[in-house]
């Protein structure tokens, strides 16, 4: 099973920027279809973003399709998010997910997570 840590998250004003990284390690991380989502305090983890296995396709959530860029390194076992036009709504804890299953938004479909990391944009 692959072991993720995400990194790069932090306190930005809104219309700023932020990247998140994630790190696999313990298999090969094109091996999967990678994604992001994110859990606001009080409400159910969401799906914001994947990737495929070669990169070459993504697609988004609504929520952020036009800011948010999502984008994989397999040479280097990575994966990222470039967060652009921020908005206090995208304050959540985001995660990085392994899945097998493309152009799915269901958690369940991701079978490896990664702790999490807390992005806050303040008005």
């Known amino acids: 099973q692959v072991h993720l840590v995400e990194s790069g998250g932090g306190l930005v004003q809104a219309g700023g920027s932020l990247r998140l990284s994630c790190a696999a390690s313990?298999?090969?991380?094109?091996?999967?279809?990678m994604g992001w989502f994110r859990q606001a305090p009080g409400k159910e983890r969401e799906f914001v973003a994947a990737?495929?296995?070669?990169?070459?396709?993504?697609y988004y959530s609504d929520r952020v399709k036009g800011r948010f860029t999502i984008s994989r390194d397999n040479a280097k076992d990575t994966v990222s998010l470039q967060m652009n036009s921020l908005k206090p709504e995208d304050t959540a804890v985001y995660y990085c997910?392994?899945?097998?299953?493309?152009?799915?938004?269901?958690?369940?479909?991701?079978?490896?997570w990664g702790q999490g990391t807390q992005v806050t944009v303040s008005s």
């Open positions: 990737i495929s296995w070669s990169g070459g396709n993504t």
């Open positions: 997910a392994a899945g097998g299953r493309f152009y799915t938004r269901s958690t369940s479909d991701f079978g490896s």
């Open positions: 313990g298999r090969a991380l094109s091996t999967y279809v």
